[in-house]
């Protein structure tokens, strides 16, 4: 049974900044791809950045230069270092891996509230 653990949400004032982590535990065998998607409401899911296991990033337009994806894989954990946030940055944040355990499978965070407001 593997799982997915975000942390870190919470309020911040426009400008601010946040830090989720996400940590996968159970019978993994190894973690390839994991990402950070967000939810705001009424809206449909959308990728906020991945991450390869060798460290490759991508992001949406919407955050690049503001956020910062990276992951330890000793601790099975990736973070999103959320900086210069907005008011339009407010969603529930998802974390998302592709892991063996021991065959491939997608899994799903159950989600970390961020909320941007003054």
């Known amino acids: 049974q593997v799982q997915l653990v975000e942390s870190g949400g919470g309020l911040v004032q426009p400008g601010g900044s946040l830090r989720l982590s996400c940590a996968a535990s159970?019978?993994?065998?190894?973690?390839?791809?994991m990402g950070w998607y967000r939810q705001a409401p009424g809206k449909s899911r959308e990728v906020v950045a991945t991450?390869?296991?060798?460290?490759?990033?991508n992001y949406a337009d919407s955050v690049k230069g503001r956020f910062t994806i990276s992951r330890d894989n000793a601790k099975n954990t990736v973070y999103l270092r959320m900086n210069s946030l907005k008011p339009e940055d407010t969603a529930v944040y998802y974390c998302?891996?592709?892991?063996?355990?021991?065959?491939?499978?997608?899994?799903w965070g159950q989600g970390t509230q961020v909320t941007v407001s003054s």
């Open positions: 998302n891996a592709d892991i063996t355990a021991p065959t491939l499978s997608n899994y």
């Open positions: 991450i390869t296991r060798a460290g490759s990033t």
């Open positions: 159970g019978s993994i065998f190894t973690i390839y791809n």
